[in-house]
């Protein structure tokens, strides 16, 4: 809102109290009187008639469109501003600075990558507990009874074995092909070793390979196979149940 700081013509009519009157009268401009509205007419018009030339419309030429290919990429152009300095190497802070101007630069970094190249995987951090849950406990626990056990009574143990690929194997989280292939692995060297037994007891060299020792470290590896394969899909943040 004006006040009568904004000048006479806004100065109310009564001077504010605690200011000194003027020492001459105040002459205050005459009001304009406000522009006469021109009235709309009674009623609307029935024709159009157009004032002065018109330009047909045959003869007005549509805009070119752009003849870019846009395929090809914008070129640049830089401008560098530098320092020239002196022989001395200091800049003198009265001199402009110097600028270079550079020709068009082409990149090509707006291009897509190569097909051959992939981005590198992520690597989650992963805890103790978070392996362990995802190994099955029940499965390493009774591996590593099984083992123990197996020096007393090593079919017991080889059973398990034999069982765990369809039992506990597919209880895992990750790998799950991975680690019944070791299983298996497991069991084919013990079989193998089993075979070499047999074979040397029955002739004149009379050897035993002590198959309980084996089967002890058969389900111990297996265990720690298992608890590796976990963090390994873990670490790498493969989905549940990936072989």
Same mark, same amino acid.
């Given at each position: ?15 504010? &109290? ?23 007419? @009674? ?6 008639? !157009?004032?002065?030339?018109? &330009? !047909? ?10 003849v870019r290919d846009p395929n090809t990429p914008f070129s640049t152009a830089t401008l560098l501003m530098g320092d020239e300095g002196t022989s001395t190497g200091v800049r003198i802070a009265t001199q402009p600075y110097h600028v270079v101007s550079s020709l068009p630069v082409v990149t090509s970094?707006? @291009? #897509?990558? @190569?097909?051959?190249?992939? !981005? ?13 849950? @995802? #190994? ?11 083992? &123990? ?9 080889? #059973? ?24 298996? *692995? &497991? ?5 193998? *070793? ?23 470290? *058969?389900?111990?590896?297996? #265990? ?20």
């Amino acid at each position: 809102m004006a006040t009568w700081k904004d000048g006479p013509r806004y100065a109310p009519l009564t001077r504010p &109290i605690a200011f000194a009157e003027p020492a001459a009268a105040v002459s205050l401009a005459p009001a304009e009187a406000p522009t006469a509205v021109e009235e709309p007419p @009674a009623e609307a018009p029935q024709e159009f008639a !157009p004032q002065g030339t018109q &330009i !047909p419309l045959e003869s007005v030429v549509p805009t070119p469109a752009s003849v870019r290919d846009p395929n090809t990429p914008f070129s640049t152009a830089t401008l560098l501003m530098g320092d020239e300095g002196t022989s001395t190497g200091v800049r003198i802070a009265t001199q402009p600075y110097h600028v270079v101007s550079s020709l068009p630069v082409v990149t090509s970094t707006w @291009a #897509a990558p @190569a097909p051959m190249q992939t !981005p590198a995987p992520a690597v989650h951090s992963v805890r103790p507990s978070d392996c362990w849950a @995802a #190994a099955y406990p029940p499965f390493v626990i009774t591996l590593a009874v099984a083992g &123990i056990v197996g020096l007393v009574q090593s079919f017991l143990a080889v #059973a398990l074995l034999a069982a765990s690929p369809f039992i506990f194997v597919p209880r895992v989280r990750f790998r799950v092909k991975q680690l019944r292939n070791v299983n298996i *692995g &497991i069991l084919a060297v013990l079989f193998l *070793g089993w075979i070499v037994t047999l074979v040397l007891d029955s002739s004149m060299y009379n050897l035993d390979l002590d198959l309980s020792a084996w089967v002890l470290v *058969g389900c111990w590896a297996l #265990a720690v196979v298992d608890i590796f394969l976990q963090w390994l899909g873990l670490r790498n943040g493969e989905t549940p149940n990936h072989t």
